[in-house]
């Protein structure tokens, strides 16, 4: 990281340190008492996510140095094989 980066890229790169974080159970914060445990943080990672999104589009640097995310309710492109219909078809 250099003084000569954008101020997108340095925010991007938090943001992803932090999405990483929150992904992986470190930036989630955890209380107990009495066999009770409750867990909490301060963003949505979906939200989080949106962000990045949004930001990393709007910043070339970014875009040359950091990986593109996809929302994580994105549907995936691969559908299975096609259906197969066994016997005799019926007019």
């Given at each position: 990281m250099s003084e000569q980066d954008p101020p997108c890229?340095?925010?991007l790169r938090k943001l992803k340190a932090a999405i990483d974080q929150r992904?992986?159970?470190e930036g989630v914060q955890s209380v107990g008492h009495k066999g009770r445990t409750m867990e909490y943080a301060n963003l949505n990672v979906g939200d989080m996510v949106k962000y990045y999104?949004?930001?990393w589009k709007q910043c070339p640097a970014a875009q040359a140095e950091l990986p593109e995310m996809q929302p994580l309710d994105a549907t995936t492109?691969?559908?299975g094989r096609p259906p197969i219909f066994m016997g005799r078809g019926y007019v």
């Open positions: 890229l340095v925010m992904m992986t159970g999104i949004q930001l492109g691969t559908r």
